[in-house]
């Protein structure tokens, strides 16, 4: 269901509505500390958000990430297609599988209009994880006779969003609820409730494997720890001193004192902005003219909200039923004549501003796609008046020429210089980028050299002799470096360091060896030099 359809308008649960301490499906006791929650599970969700994102023919499927099953349907289970399996074993085990890359974006799109849907039935819902969510019990318990009913109601609705068979824990706090949820499949229907004040007696059985703590559980096992009982029967004082503040937290939720608070969902305010052109405009000017004031009211009522908008999506619909989609990015924040440029560029396919379209534009759909704190993007003490007339003068350029034309230097991650440089469109934020801070085995130490080749230079080293110096596959030089020809350019190296080997993707058929060489000639200057199987080549001057 899409998240903008309208349905009748449902009866709204008080969230706060009051319950008897004796009403027999439960609500607050008096004195209670620990609320009374109800956590709602959609078993399987990135399977059922998968299948609901590209409604594949078989019901045998696995999601794969990293190479390695992350997730698998039922059907897939029952021919022993579990997670953590290889592709291809998995492929050998269940003929009829049908692979799609896991993409947690989904989960969450999917996710969104049931909880929307959710909401309508009653408010306060807060979202632990896509497929997974967690309400306060005291309205809705009243609402529908009792806790359990309650949770029939919810889950019922959320079946019929397309959740599929939701199960239902109601527990003191969220932790005990979801072991509840979690547990609901083994005899106990759909909806599991553990009574108020019994938290610790249904935790105790449970394995201690459920606290999200590896290395934690890894020395609670070797020490004997098995069960959530066992931990909480050690001293809650020699926990804090032994493991510290995680521990202490930990303890206390194996011990039924949920800590985890309930923080209830804000729905986001509707910032979309659709503009209807009757009859259908063929023009890209026309289309710009007819945007720039509903672009102003969307970045207006941004903000009035105090956000900054960084990305937006702009949806083009023509009278031939055609959809053009793209997302677009800003390097600091969306300004009205930004987002018409941006609605003129995907627009223009030929790079003219006046040019005709092959079909009229009968809608054009804004959407913000990422925000910030408006404090976050305020100008300088002095203004930005410079930098307002380059951006201005650049996107002038890229409306005549297109807006690939005017790119700017990116620096990202990568063991060679070359792969560190990256283009990006003026205007749009690096994606993608490899980061600079993971580790690069083999990269350059600092610091690095100043002028980069592009591309390389092609040259020649020569031993004493005025043989070709040459690198074996031990890595022993045929003869130390002696002189550095650069086409009649001649010049003697005084010192040298090396080599390095770089071995990358070995395994795949764009596999590159090559040996690295820092050199410093007679004049002085210092260089990075390369031999692959091409031969010599000067990669970089530090200068």
């Given at each position: 269901?899409?998240?903008?359809?309208?349905?009748?308008?449902?009866?709204?649960i008080?969230?706060?509505?009051?319950?008897?301490?004796?009403?027999?499906?439960?609500?607050?006791?008096?004195?209670?500390?620990?609320?009374?929650?109800?956590?709602?599970?959609?078993?399987?969700?990135?399977?059922?958000?998968?299948?609901?994102?590209?409604?594949?023919?078989?019901?045998?499927?696995?999601?794969?990430?990293?190479?390695?099953?992350?997730?698998?349907?039922?059907?897939?289970?029952?021919?022993?297609?579990?997670?953590?399996?290889?592709l291809?074993?998995?492929?050998?085990?269940?003929?009829?599988?049908?692979?799609?890359?896991?993409?947690?974006?989904?989960?969450?799109?999917?996710?969104?209009?049931?909880?929307?849907?959710?909401?309508?039935?009653?408010?306060?819902?807060?979202?632990?994880?896509?497929?997974?969510?967690?309400?306060?019990?005291?309205?809705?318990?009243?609402?529908?006779?009792?806790?359990?009913?309650?949770?029939?109601?919810?889950?019922?609705?959320m079946?019929?969003?397309?959740?599929?068979?939701?199960?239902?824990?109601?527990?003191?706090?969220?932790?005990?609820?979801?072991?509840?949820?979690?547990?609901?499949?083994?005899?106990?229907?759909?909806?599991?409730?553990?009574?108020p004040?019994?938290?610790?007696?249904?935790?105790?059985?449970?394995?201690?494997?459920?606290?999200?703590?590896?290395?934690?559980?890894?020395?609670?096992?070797?020490?004997?720890?098995?069960?959530?009982?066992?931990f909480?029967?050690?001293?809650?004082?020699?926990?804090?001193?032994?493991?510290?503040?995680p521990?202490?937290?930990?303890?206390?939720?194996?011990?039924?004192?949920?800590?985890?608070?309930?923080?209830?969902?804000?729905?986001?305010?509707?910032?979309?902005?659709?503009?209807?052109?009757?009859?259908?405009?063929?023009?890209?000017?026309?289309?710009a003219?007819?945007?720039?004031?509903?672009?102003?009211?969307?970045i207006?009522?941004?903000?009035?909200?105090?956000?900054?908008?960084?990305?937006?999506?702009?949806?083009?619909?023509?009278?031939a039923?055609?959809?053009?989609?793209?997302?677009?990015?800003?390097?600091?924040?969306?300004?009205?004549?930004?987002?018409?440029?941006?609605?003129?560029?995907?627009?223009?396919?030929?790079?003219?501003?006046?040019?005709?379209?092959?079909?009229?534009?009968?809608?054009?759909?804004?959407?913000?796609?990422?925000?910030?704190?408006?404090?976050?993007?305020?100008?300088?003490?002095?203004?930005?008046?410079?930098?307002?007339?380059?951006?201005?003068?650049?996107?002038?350029?890229?409306?005549?020429?297109?807006?690939?034309?005017?790119?700017?230097?990116?620096?990202?991650?990568?063991?060679?210089?070359?792969?560190?440089?990256?283009?990006v469109?003026?205007g749009?934020?690096?994606?993608?980028?490899?980061?600079?801070?993971?580790?690069?085995?083999?990269?350059?130490?600092?610091?690095?050299?100043?002028?980069?080749?592009?591309?390389?230079?092609?040259?020649?080293?020569?031993?004493?002799?005025?043989?070709?110096?040459?690198?074996?596959?031990?890595?022993?030089?045929?003869?130390?470096?002696?002189?550095?020809?650069?086409?009649?350019?001649?010049?003697?190296?005084?010192?040298?360091?090396?080599?390095?080997?770089?071995?990358?993707?070995?395994?795949?058929?764009?596999?590159?060896?090559?040996?690295?060489?820092?050199?410093?000639?007679?004049?002085?200057?210092?260089?990075?030099?390369?031999?692959?199987?091409?031969?010599?080549?000067?990669?970089?001057?530090?200068?």
């Amino acid at each position: 269901m899409s998240p903008h359809t309208r349905r009748a308008a449902p009866i709204r649960i008080p969230a706060d509505a009051a319950l008897s301490p004796r009403h027999p499906g439960g609500g607050e006791l008096p004195g209670a500390t620990i609320p009374r929650v109800m956590v709602l599970w959609c078993p399987d969700w990135p399977i059922t958000a998968a299948i609901h994102e590209a409604r594949p023919a078989s019901d045998a499927v696995a999601l794969i990430d990293k190479g390695l099953v992350y997730a698998s349907s039922a059907a897939a289970r029952a021919d022993g297609v579990t997670r953590g399996l290889r592709l291809r074993e998995a492929q050998a085990r269940c003929p009829a599988l049908v692979v799609l890359d896991y993409d947690p974006a989904v989960d969450n799109r999917v996710f969104e209009p049931i909880i929307a849907g959710l909401e309508q039935l009653t408010p306060h819902v807060q979202v632990l994880r896509p497929g997974m969510c967690a309400l306060r019990v005291r309205g809705v318990a009243q609402y529908y006779g009792g806790e359990k009913g309650a949770a029939l109601a919810l889950a019922g609705r959320m079946d019929e969003l397309g959740a599929g068979q939701t199960r239902a824990g109601v527990a003191d706090g969220i932790f005990t609820a979801e072991q509840a949820a979690r547990g609901s499949r083994g005899g106990h229907g759909r909806v599991r409730v553990v009574a108020p004040g019994e938290s610790a007696a249904f935790l105790a059985p449970l394995d201690v494997g459920l606290l999200d703590d590896a290395a934690l559980v890894t020395l609670l096992r070797r020490l004997g720890v098995r069960t959530l009982g066992n931990f909480a029967a050690l001293p809650a004082d020699d926990v804090r001193t032994r493991f510290g503040e995680p521990g202490r937290r930990l303890h206390a939720l194996a011990s039924g004192r949920d800590s985890w608070p309930l923080v209830p969902r804000t729905p986001p305010d509707d910032f979309d902005v659709v503009i209807d052109f009757e009859p259908a405009l063929d023009r890209v000017d026309q289309v710009a003219f007819g945007v720039r004031t509903a672009a102003e009211r969307f970045i207006d009522a941004l903000t009035a909200a105090k956000l900054a908008c960084t990305a937006i999506r702009v949806e083009l619909l023509s009278d031939a039923a055609d959809v053009s989609e793209r997302v677009w990015l800003h390097p600091r924040s969306f300004t009205p004549a930004d987002v018409v440029d941006r609605v003129r560029w995907q627009l223009q396919g030929s790079g003219v501003i006046d040019a005709g379209l092959s079909a009229g534009i009968i809608r054009v759909n804004i959407t913000p796609e990422a925000v910030d704190a408006i404090g976050n993007h305020e100008s300088g003490l002095w203004g930005t008046g410079p930098d307002e007339r380059i951006h201005h003068g650049l996107s002038r350029v890229q409306s005549m020429l297109g807006h690939g034309a005017v790119l700017m230097p990116s620096i990202g991650g990568g063991r060679t210089l070359g792969d560190r440089q990256q283009l990006v469109a003026w205007g749009d934020r690096p994606v993608g980028v490899r980061q600079v801070a993971q580790p690069w085995p083999g990269r350059l130490p600092v610091p690095l050299p100043g002028t980069v080749f592009e591309p390389r230079h092609p040259v020649h080293v020569f031993g004493a002799g005025g043989v070709a110096v040459v690198v074996d596959e031990r890595g022993a030089l045929s003869a130390a470096p002696a002189e550095l020809s650069a086409g009649a350019t001649v010049l003697g190296i005084g010192s040298w360091a090396g080599p390095w080997p770089v071995d990358e993707r070995w395994w795949s058929q764009d596999a590159r060896r090559c040996w690295r060489f820092q050199a410093v000639d007679s004049t002085g200057c210092a260089w990075l030099l390369v031999l692959d199987e091409g031969g010599w080549w000067a990669e970089a001057r530090y200068d």
